[in-house]
């Protein structure tokens, strides 16, 4: 099956995104013909230094070959390198309702809260509708916060080959197993808008210092607690073994530990889990002409599939 998943380039991935997305993108390119993308023209109604977008956009390259896309089974590549998309995003436009995307609860959610949304947010589904359909996408992995966007592609893609004949494939979404709960240095949900993230990459003695500030409660050392009702037992079992979970449940139970023995136990088994991508990632950085070169060859694949594509829609409305 085509499988077609998307990233922003908007700052750096985190454990959440990781276990919530990432690995499991990574998981569906073994048995799937996949397209992944880095999605810098969506990044553009955030990200305003172009900079750092350029950075952004590299580092998201360097991060998801380190953690294991593999360019032989899957192509990956920079959104904007294939300008067929955003052509296509015009064709559209032609058959998106004002109604479909004033419901868009992205757009939605920055009006309620009074902040300016221009054109860019309130057309982000028509671009990402065009990123979907322009590789004859058939399945999409998401969470369930963008299944809505799934269904306005699905919309947008049937009301076009209604009016001109069957065109677009429509896609169906696959909603990401986000059974592996990914709490934040606070307790909450960990996400870049609540500042309570945990970087894959970076200084690891800067990311130990991280998880030892990790808020915990003022319970004493001798009293058993539930395991599963606490946040740093929750990020240790992302990482360890079965035999190693099993045991730290049972020292949670007899009580008479301190919770910076945990803290010290998710810094060592994250930093084995993730050493060999880190490795990795060093290594590509010490050798960007290939990172170059493996983007450049994605958006030549990419661009056929999409060629392909536009002017099939083009030739079903009349523009050829």
């Not at 300008?83 to 015009?90: D, H, M, N």
């Not at 109604?99 to 990402?128: I, N, Q, S, W």
């Not at 970087?199 to 319970?219: H, V």
Request: charged share 25%; net charge negative.
């Amino acid at each position: 099956m085509r499988v077609l998943s998307g990233i922003q380039p908007t700052g750096r991935p985190h454990w959440g995104n990781f276990f919530g997305a990432i690995r499991q993108y990574i998981d569906l390119q073994e048995d799937n013909d996949g397209f992944y993308f880095i999605a810098d023209l969506h990044a553009l109604t955030t990200v305003r230094d172009a900079d750092a977008l350029r950075q952004n956009t590299l580092d998201a390259a360097l991060d998801l070959l380190a953690l294991g896309l593999d360019p032989r089974n899957a192509t990956l590549f920079i959104q904007s390198h294939v300008p067929e998309v955003s052509e296509l995003t015009w064709l559209l436009m032609t058959v998106a309702p004002m109604g479909l995307l004033e419901r868009c609860h992205a757009y939605k959610e920055k009006k309620a809260k009074g902040m300016t949304a221009d054109a860019g947010l309130f057309t982000y589904p028509v671009l990402m509708a065009a990123d979907i359909l322009a590789y004859d996408s058939e399945v999409v992995p998401v969470g369930q916060d963008q299944v809505q966007h799934i269904e306005v592609c699905r919309d947008l893609a049937g009301s076009f080959n209604h009016e001109f004949g069957e065109t677009f494939v429509l896609p169906n979404a696959k909603t990401l197993d986000h059974g592996a709960k990914v709490p934040g240095t606070d307790g909450q949900k960990m996400s870049k808008s609540y500042d309570n993230t945990l970087p894959l990459f970076g200084n690891i003695k800067q990311i130990r210092k991280q998880i030892m500030r990790i808020t915990t409660d003022s319970r004493p050392m001798e009293d058993p607690k539930e395991p599963e009702e606490d946040h740093l037992f929750q990020l240790f079992r992302l990482f360890a073994a079965d035999d190693e979970i099993e045991a730290m449940a049972e020292k949670y139970r007899q009580g008479g530990f301190g919770y910076g023995e945990v803290k010290k136990a998710v810094a060592e088994v994250s930093e084995t889990y993730f050493a060999e991508a880190r490795t990795r990632r060093e290594d590509l950085e010490a050798n960007l002409d290939y990172v170059h070169h493996t983007l450049r060859d994605g958006a030549k694949r990419a661009r056929e599939v999409a060629a392909t594509v536009l002017h099939r829609a083009q030739t079903a409305c009349g523009l050829r």
